[in-house]
Structures are given as structure tokens and as C-alpha cells.
């Protein structure tokens, strides 16, 4: 499964044609909102299985290594004839003026349902840190949940995913599938998250890592290392099946304070 980035450099059409994956769509909602329905009508024609909406970025949050590098974003191909990605700005990323400019912060619930009056495809939706909102996302509709906080991109002190994960779980009881972003980087990481209820995890990162350092071959060698990383550490651990992997395998913060009560 690929999840194609709105900020990618390659279009919609481009990635659809040059790969046989389940293809999925990340989404933000545009001031305009005529981009954001442009950019789903698109993915749905070409085959896209899903549109990932991610919800906790209403405005972006203040990266200060971008705006201390003055970081240039690449040229934003989908948005080509659409909008103007080039954006003035005196101070800080170009990235943040871009996002001022078009995010909508507006950003509610009831967009879930502007969105789904416009596309026939599942809707997931990335940013979901709390029960409360785990809950929120079930009674509108959301056919899927991905637990993460933006690769805490977004907000000083946010939780690691990994910390709420449970909460979130358990607050869907099993109503819609929940996947796991944030933290990713072996096998073991794998098998925590399996083990706390996800259906699937996310890697950001290591596959960039695996692309810089070689290019194609390099993030086709990051998934091997994370699939061998797996099978072996459920082998070690008694699990022929990921079906076999439970809750049993993992020992959280909240289990040692609860074992010496």
C-alpha cells in the first residue's frame, strides 16, 4: 500500500502509471476548496482506493529548523494550473508561507461530510491522538483511523503515537481499521504495534533514509529489513501468523504502574 503525498513531486496520473500498488490519496482541505476536489477527482480516475485526510494540520505548526534553514520546498507538480505554489516571503520556510496561504483553519468535523459528498472512495483520517476524537470520527463516518502526530512536526509536547495507541483501539472497538504512524524503524516496532491493535503501520522516514542512500534500491531494501526484522521476531516470539501476534507480547508504561499497585 502507497500513500501518495499532496506535496509530491510527481503528479497523481505519474505515480498511477508507474506502479501496480493499492494507491491511497493524502488530502488537506484548501481554502479553495475547488483544489482539494480537483486533487480527489483525479486520484478517483485513476484508480486511487482511498483519501487520506489529514486533520491535524489546520495551520501548520512552527517548524523552526525550516524557518532557521529557510527550507525551499520542490515544486508542487499537482497543484500545476491550479494554484500558484510560489509564494513571497522575507522570513522563515516558504513551505509555511505556502500553507498560510491555502490551508483552510476553518478545518471541522463538518468537512468529513463536504468531503464525502464529492468522492465515493473510503475516507481515513490521519492525526487522531485522543479517544474523544477516535470516537467523534466513528459517529460521522470515517472508514479508517490513522494514529499519529505528524512526526511531532506539529506541536511541542504532543504524545508519541505510540503512547495513545491503545486508547484509540479501544475507543474504536474494532468498528473501523486503525493504523499506526510515527516511530517506525525496525521489525520490533512492527510486532509493538500489531501486538497494541493496529491493522497496519505507516513508514515515513526510513523509506527517505533508504532513497538517499540508494536511490530505488534503497527503499526496496528498508522494506526487506523491516519484513525480515518481523519474521524473525515473531518467530522468536511463538507467532507463526500475525494473527497469533496479541496484546499478551507487550508490556506498556501503564502495565508496570498497574503491576505494582
Not at 47 to 73: F, H, Q, S, W
Not at 94 to 112: G, P, V, Y
Amino acid at each position: 500500500m502507497y500513500i501518495l503525498s499532496y506535496m509530491s513531486t510527481c503528479t497523481v496520473e505519474e505515480v498511477a502509471s508507474s506502479c501496480n500498488a493499492v494507491r491511497f490519496l493524502q488530502l488537506y482541505v484548501y481554502k479553495n476548496r475547488n483544489i482539494s476536489a480537483n486533487l480527489v477527482q483525479r486520484a478517483e480516475r485513476c484508480g486511487y482506493k482511498a483519501i487520506v485526510l489529514t486533520v491535524d494540520a489546520p495551520r501548520l505548526g512552527r517548524r523552526e529548523a525550516d524557518i532557521k534553514n529557510k527550507m525551499i520546498a520542490p515544486p508542487l507538480k499537482n497543484f500545476e494550473g491550479l494554484i500558484s505554489t510560489e509564494v513571497s516571503f522575507d522570513n522563515g520556510s516558504n513551505l509555511e508561507a505556502f500553507a498560510n496561504n491555502t490551508f483552510d483553519a476553518s478545518l471541522s468535523w463538518k468537512d468529513i461530510g463536504w468531503l464525502r459528498s464529492i468522492t465515493n472512495l473510503p475516507i481515513l483520517i490521519k492525526g487522531v491522538l485522543t479517544r474523544e476524537d477516535a470516537i467523534k470520527a466513528i459517529e460521522v463516518g470515517i472508514d479508517g483511523i490513522v494514529v499519529s502526530n505528524h512526526g511531532a512536526r506539529q506541536l511541542d509536547y504532543a504524545p508519541a503515537s505510540v503512547s495513545v495507541l491503545e486508547e484509540v483501539v479501544h475507543a474504536v472497538k474494532g468498528k473501523v481499521p486503525v493504523l499506526f504512524d510515527g516511530g517506525i524503524r525496525r521489525g520490533t516496532d512492527v510486532f509493538k504495534a500489531l501486538a497494541l491493535g493496529v491493522q497496519a503501520v505507516l513508514i515515513g522516514r526510513p523509506a527517505v533514509y533508504g532513497l538517499a542512500a540508494k536511490g530505488e534500491y534503497g527503499v526496496k531494501r528498508v522494506v526487506e529489513m523491516l519484513k525480515d526484522e518481523l519474521e524473525l521476531t515473531m518467530a522468536l516470539s511463538g507467532c507463526p501468523t500475525v494473527e497469533d501476534i496479541s496484546r499478551n507480547h507487550v508490556r506498556t508504561e501503564h502495565d508496570r504502574l498497574h503491576s505494582m499497585l
